[in-house]
């Protein structure tokens, strides 16, 4: 199955470095560009696309802004990975907040960006946990509990939502915990719907604007 792809930058020399990197995958195809948030919902409306590449940094309707908009209005959504010139970029952690499923440096490495396509394709979140913590300490609005603890999570769920914010796989999560790995889907998704979060990575940013896990400003 060929994984489409919507490429959405401002720059040009940028859309077309990303076509060149997807389109030389024999699983992967680039279906369309745009150079603004606002084109987005017209276009994954008319193509479809599995993955956005979405830039964080527009000059009219930004990504944080697109990504809102899709995941509101979209019946099936697509999986959107943010695309950043720097990493700690509080652009970068609305859009995380917002419900992107992971985000890309521009300066990645061709095999980074086309590993990264397929991870979120496949349903998954792409987390950082050091660069997440980072964003946290340097951008969370402030303490946000009551969310957590109206989540009322049981003491198992608690265990795997701190290993989820250390960017554990279910696999590993079973491992440490030493339960089956669908025992541990069934905690997730447990996690999932209790703090009503898209993805796991919406689930840690909870954990660390409660409280619940702490981040560090060193990473």
Known sequence: MTISVLVVDD???????????????PDLTVVG??????EVPPLVAKLRPDVVLMDVRMPAIDGIQA?????????NPPRILVVTTFENDEYVYQALRAGAHGFLLKR??????????????????LLFPAALRRLVAAY???????????????EREGEVLRLMA???SNSEIATELVLGVETVKTHVGNVLAKLG?????QAVIAAYEAGFVVPSPNG
């Open 11 to 25: 720059e040009e020399l940028i859309r077309v470095g990303l076509r060149a990197i997807v389109d030389a995958q």
């Open 33 to 38: 560009e745009a150079a603004d948030g606002a």
């Open 67 to 75: 990504t809102r908009h899709l995941l509101a209005t979209s019946a």
């Open 108 to 125: 990645a490495r061709p095999a980074e960006v086309v590993d990264a396509i397929r991870v979120v394709a496949k349903g998954e979140s």
């Open 140 to 154: 969370a609005p402030g303490p946000a509990g009551d969310r957590l603890g109206r989540a009322r999570l049981t």
């Open 166 to 168: 250390t960017g554990l």
């Open 197 to 201: 979060a898209r993805d796991r990575t």
